[in-house]
Every structure is written in structure tokens, then in C-alpha cells.
């Protein structure tokens, strides 16, 4: 069974740059069927897709995030990773990684992240 | 980017009651339409994909239909445990992948 666990810090200040890293267990993030995504969830609000990466390291960024976002793979340690620019309050949110199968939906999902902007 | 627009955006429903969610998309996104169940304070989990196969482990009582625009996740019988919000996604963009807003289902 595949199991994902984020990581990073729970506070961030506005402009700075949120890291979170995905961990993957029970399968592997290079040469698999999978690829690999980022979702976020602001408190009391719907999902929003940020971006995903392939097994090759393609990656598919939401364009509304796209200048500020990177998306990236270590097959060293089967992790993946978000890092989020120029934060505002309006980042805000649980952020959760997920396996993403070939048709595009979330199967398998971390226990998710809430980062909170503020001074 | 494709606008995907759940309706009601809540309901009141009783155990053992069919239960049908609609899920609108502003352009085709073929069968790539996913169904995920979310409780309070936990990850979404998926229910459908392919607008109507069902994720392994996921009760049969769960059933998606449609193509093009028009979906529709319907529960059979109502059960305890299907009390939660329930979201719609697309997967036909390259582009942009979107959510609706969520269908809270509860007692």
C-alpha cells in the first residue's frame, strides 16, 4: 500500500518561501505508473490543484501559481517536494501530496500540512 | 479553465435514503471526472474515477454515470459512515486541473 507523509514548517512570514517535502512509501516515485501532486485546502474551503511531477520529472503547474511554484523529485530518498514563493496570507491552507494515477486522480493521500502565513 | 459546479451545495438526508450529487462542467471533460469522499480534519479519499469506476476498498452502494458535462455520484443507501462533503474533479485539461466547490451531505 502506498502511504505519503508531509513535512515542513507549520508557520511561515509573508514573502518568504514555503518547502514542504513529500515522503513515499510503498512504491517508487521514479519508473512507476504514478505521478506525483501537491493539493491544498484553505481553512473551511474547497481543494485546489497546485501542480504535479511525473515519474520522469515532468512537472504540470497550476498556472493561477505557476511563477511562484516549483515542484521537484529526490528518487535518492522517494521524496518529492513544493517550494512556494512570495507567500501572502492568501497561501494559507493544509496543503496535502498525493499519488496521482494515469488518469488523473488523487489515490492515495498524505495525512496533509496546515501552513499558516503570518508575521 | 473548466468550471466545475456541484449542486445542492448541501443536503439533509436520513440513513438508508439514495442520495444523487451533480456535478456540472462548463466545457467536455469526457469521463476524466473524479469523486472523493472528505470528513472533518482528514485527507479526501477517492470514491470514483473515471466518471464511474469504483475505487478498490469503496462500497458498492457508491455509483457514478456521465460523460461530456454532466455527472452524477449517486449512494444507494445512505450509511452512517457516508456523512462528509463529497467533491467532483476534472482531469480532461492540460492545463488545469479543478475541484468543485463540494456537496455536504449530513443528517
Known amino acids: 500500500q502506498v502511504q505519503l507523509q508531509e513535512s515542513g514548517p507549520g508557520l511561515v512570514k509573508p514573502s518568504e518561501t514555503l518547502s514542504l517535502t513529500c515522503t513515499v512509501s510503498?512504491?517508487?516515485?521514479?519508473?512507476?505508473?504514478?505521478?506525483w501532486g501537491w493539493i491544498r485546502q484553505p481553512p473551511g474551503k474547497g481543494l485546489e490543484w497546485i501542480g504535479s511531477?511525473?515519474?520522469?520529472?515532468?512537472?504540470d503547474y497550476n498556472p493561477s501559481l505557476k511563477s511562484r511554484l516549483t515542484i521537484s523529485e529526490d528518487t535518492s530518498k522517494n521524496q518529492f517536494s513544493l517550494n512556494l514563493s512570495s507567500l501572502s496570507a492568501a497561501d494559507t491552507a493544509v496543503y496535502y501530496c498525493?499519488?496521482?494515477?494515469?488518469?488523473?486522480?488523487?489515490?492515495?493521500w498524505g495525512q496533509g500540512i496546515l501552513v499558516t502565513v503570518s508575521s | 479553465d473548466i468550471l466545475m459546479t456541484q449542486s445542492p451545495s448541501s443536503l439533509s438526508a436520513s440513513v438508508g435514503d439514495r442520495v444523487t450529487i451533480t456535478c456540472r462542467a462548463s466545457?467536455?471533460?469526457?469521463?476524466?471526472l473524479n469523486w472523493y469522499q472528505q470528513k472533518p480534519g482528514r485527507a479526501p479519499k477517492l470514491v470514483i474515477y473515471?466518471?464511474?469506476s469504483l475505487q478498490s476498498g469503496v462500497p458498492s452502494r457508491f455509483s457514478g454515470n456521465g460523460r461530456g458535462t454532466n455527472f452524477t455520484l449517486t449512494i444507494s443507501s445512505l450509511q452512517p459512515e457516508d456523512f462528509a462533503t463529497y467533491y467532483c474533479?476534472?482531469?480532461?485539461?492540460?492545463?488545469?486541473?479543478?475541484f468543485g466547490q463540494g456537496t455536504k451531505v449530513d443528517i
Open positions: 498525493a499519488s496521482v494515477t494515469r488518469v488523473g486522480a488523487f489515490d492515495y
Open positions: 510503498g512504491a517508487s516515485i521514479s519508473g512507476s505508473d504514478y505521478h
Open positions: 511531477v511525473s515519474d520522469s520529472g515532468a512537472t
Open positions: 466545457q467536455t471533460v469526457s469521463m476524466f
Open positions: 473515471g466518471a464511474s
Open positions: 474533479q476534472q482531469s480532461y485539461s492540460t492545463l488545469k486541473w479543478t
